[in-house]
């Protein structure tokens, strides 16, 4: 095995991935390039593997992506070559399409009316093979094993002589979950999925111009003010004066994914009006009442428990503390490893404080468990730290279904609470005590906000999900009657 090959096993983790980033920019007299890369610099928790920026002048496109992270992908060459006032970025990590340079994004194909058009795809299309078989039917023959390209020659496809007629007619047929950006040579347009599982927001540069963009921390880091949300199933135009915002399909139901809040999205970005640190704190808040512990110190596992850590022992008048010091260079990969490396992994990310642990009785608070493994190892590490007594406190419900709108989560049986009582669990990781976030205390941390996707909690899917899946509900149901 290849040193980089073994260092991706070594480090990848067992949390659910986020699929992508996008960013997209109108800006005359700026160097949208350099733009678009910082952007995606503040997106790169939303996919490691391949980051690609495509650029317009009005007259040509030119792209360039790499596998890697931003850092990676690009050099300052690279950027000096993506010339012109409007650019689209992406970040990605796979969850359908292998992990290869032909599957990075941006795709460009080339439309009979529109000339090249660059997309960039954040989500998870549900009924790909249909749409592919149909396409294939019509001659097309597909280069790449991932959904984007299925949905690149539909958009090359569907007729039409401006961007938005040919999106108002190919759209609609996708099912599942879609941020999309599209680039034509003069015209940059963002759309965001009728259920809008995964966000996207509408910024503005202080001396004009134009961003769309998945998250407002990017907003923030190019010095951009967020103007506002994209609405479900609405399309914003931009490269064309003000951007133009036309309602591309109907949003009978609303379907944000729950995750965002919880976990995936960076806690400096504000979504539905809500600061996700302070959710994350609340979440942490809420648990901390529902599910209080007599304990010394309250810790968490840094960095994602670590707002709710915070709610937690704000609320419980127990101290926060560091407990375990999370390793700066370690990011999130994308190889499943094997059970021995994936220890291995662990102790390289996480290095328990002796000083602080030894003969105490600690709260570690956690923002979700998915298989298990790495709460198991960590409660194991804090005991030969010299904890004296690990009550362990997840920030959201047990995790009992998997995702099939762009989140790595393909099997029930993968994830350690599926069919499971909280004290099996409880058992299986070692924790003296196990206590989750109820679904009512999650609201109650997200204001009440309704129109949520919870699947993954309750297997209420927005969308139609594989016959499998159904059957595997059904045989658990069966089971349970
Ligand atoms: S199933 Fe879970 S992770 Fe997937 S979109 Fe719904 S809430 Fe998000």
């Known amino acids: 095995m290849g040193d980089a090959i073994l260092m991706r096993h070594l480090m990848a983790d067992e949390r659910m991935h986020e699929e992508c980033g996008l960013f997209g920019i109108d800006a005359p007299g700026e160097d949208v390039a350099n733009l678009t890369y910082f952007g995606l610099y503040a997106l790169q ?41 409007l650019a689209l970025g992406h970040t ?34 549900t009924n790909t093979q249909l749409l592919r078989d149909d396409l294939e039917h019509q001659g097309v023959r597909f280069k790449t094993s991932s959904d984007t390209e299925v949905l690149a020659e539909l958009v ?29 040579k003069d015209a940059l347009v963002g759309v965001r999925d009728p259920l809008g599982i995964r966000p ?96 010394d110190i309250v810790i968490s596992l840094p960095d994602s428990g670590t707002p709710a850590a915070v709610g937690f022992a704000e609320a419980s008048g127990i101290p926060y503390s560091e407990g375990l010091i999370k390793s700066r260079y370690i990011t999130r990969t994308f190889i499943q490893p094997n059970e021995r490396l994936r220890n291995i992994g662990i102790k390289l990310k996480f290095n328990p404080l002796r000083e602080i642990l030894e003969g105490k009785r600690v709260v570690l608070v956690d923002d979700s468990i998915v298989r298990g493994t790495t709460s198991r190892k960590i409660v194991e590490e804090l005991r030969r730290a010299g904890t004296k007594t690990v009550h362990f406190r997840v920030s959201s419900p047990p995790i009992q279904w998997p995702c099939f709108m762009g989140i790595d989560i393909a099997s029930r049986s993968e994830l350690i609470a599926s069919g499971r009582s909280v004290e099996e669990v409880e058992h299986l990781i070692g924790a003296d005590s196990l206590k989750y976030l109820s679904k009512a205390g999650l609201f109650r941390a997200v204001k009440n906000v309704s129109g949520f996707c919870m699947a993954c909690f309750d297997g209420d899917y927005p969308v139609p999900v594989p016959v499998q899946l159904e059957m595997d509900k059904l045989a658990l149901e069966t089971v349970a009657r």
């Open 200 to 295: 996207l927001c509408l910024g503005r540069l202080p001396d004009g111009g134009a961003i769309i963009t998945s998250e407002t921390c990017a907003l923030d880091t190019v010095g951009a003010e967020f103007v506002r949300e994209i609405e479900p199933g609405e399309a914003v135009m931009l490269g064309r004066g003000e951007p133009v915002a036309q309602q591309l399909m109907p949003s009978p139901r609303k379907a944000m994914c729950m995750f965002e809040f919880i976990y995936f999205a960076r806690p400096d970005s504000h979504l539905q009006g809500q600061s996700l640190y302070e959710a994350r704190r609340n979440m942490g808040r809420e648990l901390a009442r529902e599910a209080p512990a007599d304990a």
């Open 92 to 125: 990605r990590y796979s969850t359908t399409g292998s992990n290869r340079l032909e599957n990075a994004q941006p795709i460009v194909v080339e439309h009979p009316q529109l000339g090249s058009v660059a997309i960039a795809h954040n989500g998870n299309l």
């Open 45 to 85: 928790h939303r996919g490691q593997e391949s980051a690609g920026i495509a650029t317009s002048d009005g007259q040509a496109l030119r792209m360039h992506k790499d596998m890697g992270l931003v850092a990676q992908a690009f050099d300052a060459e690279a950027l000096e070559r993506l010339t012109g006032h």
């Open 156 to 184: 090359a496809h569907t007729g039409g002589d401006d961007i938005l007629s040919v999106l108002r007619r190919a759209l609609p047929r996708l099912q599942g979950a879609y941020c999309l950006l599209f680039l034509t």
